[in-house]
């Protein structure tokens, strides 16, 4: 009997891909079958997304599938959190997708503090205070086009968007859902009071799904267009949500890092923490599969690292390593998470600008810069790991590093050392796996969560790091 396959369509801020996905003699393979970029363009003067042009590339990438005669049997789509399009009754969008790195969003969050105060905002929804959040985007579309909303059908995200152009069918994918700061925590669905105050009207707002959820075959048009028909079925959209999956091992003494353009640190809970501590720190609790809340800190990530080279281009990822480790003796450090990195014109500039506002030695190579982000990011991690043992009351053991971050040796030594804990370093492809999971779950595969980690357990290396003082952990 041939092997299933699934198509996990991996898209991320900077490329995206279609990796296929099957058992095979009890373990996970994977292949990767196209690949493409992805990046940010300005439109009316706002940094957007082109959705368009991805849904481009998920459709090539399905033709690579029928090409190669490896026809799926489901597929699923994962993205990036908070950013959305409003469609009209045609499922035409009304707005254009404009992207979180976007400024529209300064000044918001005080704002509405008037309106939601900020205590009440995360007793309610426990979602960390981002300036970037969907809530404030909303509100910021509300002052530039008043009465938008009386003319929307839908509110969708951009991974919701994508799903309804393949199958016809609209709906909100939860995990994706909880990072708006609109869905209640407790409930598990849009809390209707924040949508009255805030304006919204609920009609737009679809009652969120789990994944799993299958929302049917794809388009007549579609099929023929790609070559092949598969149902299309729901996998934790948001990235993060698919790479906590992809964990191969966890227990309570296990902190999971998602390394990618974002850092995630976190574990994972069954309920959420709202206390006014966790506010206060800045911790957020993400809605995942079969509804437990992923408690983490959102780091700004390899991100960083990714402008560098684009900026100093041509440099491999391998040569930013090496420049960063003949530079390892470079005392300054800079708060990963600061505004000014979000989306500067020039990431050097900004973290040269930051050592010398700090009153630090400024970087000037590109090994300095390096070394200064790549030192400052490993202490982000150790400084989250010990605010998440105060918040939890617990001690934590190790760190699983999934997602393409966990390539990056340089980084995975530097969190070792600063944080005294052993790193266990892969699957490298942890959401596009974490999507696949859902799908096979879904499709019969496993008969849950528990098997399925064992089994990328028994699939993929993992590669362990420790330079912890205490032997055996």
Known sequence: MENKLYLAVDIGASSGRHILGWLEEGKIRLEEVYRFENKLHKRGGRLCWDMEALFSHVLEGMRACAKAGKIPCAMGIDIWALDFLLVDGDGAPLTDPVAYRDSRTRGLPEELDRLIPPEDLYARTGIQRMEINTIYQLAALQKEQPGIFQKASRFLMAPDYLHYKLTGVMENEYTNATTTSLINAREKTWDRELLERLGLPPHIFGEPRMP??????????????????????????????????????????????????????????????????????????????????RYLKNIMGLWMLQSLRREFAPVSFGELEQAARAAEAFPSRVDVNHQSFLAPESMAGAVRDS????????????????????HSLAACYRDAIQELESLTGKRYRRIHIVGGG???????????????????????????LGNLLVQMEAGGEFSGLLEARACIRESFPIEIVNFAKEEGL
């Open 406 to 432: 966990s390539r990056d040796s340089l980084l995975n030594e530097l969190t070792a050392r600063e944080t005294g804990l052993p790193v266990y370093a892969g699957p490298t492809e942890g959401t596009a």
């Open 355 to 374: 050592c010398e506002t700090t009153g630090q030695q400024v970087p000037q190579s590109l090994g300095e810069l390096a070394a200064c982000v790549y």
């Open 212 to 293: 799993g959820t299958a929302l049917g075959g794809l388009l007549p048009e579609i099929q023929q267009a790609a070559g092949f028909n598969c149902q299309v079925v729901l996998p934790a959209t948001h990235d993060t949500g698919s790479a906590f999956l992809a964990v191969p091992a966890l227990d309570e003494e296990s902190v999971i890092l998602s390394s990618g353009t974002w850092s995630l640190l976190g574990v994972e809970n069954q309920e959420p923490v709202t206390t006014e501590a966790s506010r206060r720190a800045n911790f957020t609790n993400e809605g995942g599969y079969q509804y437990r809340f």
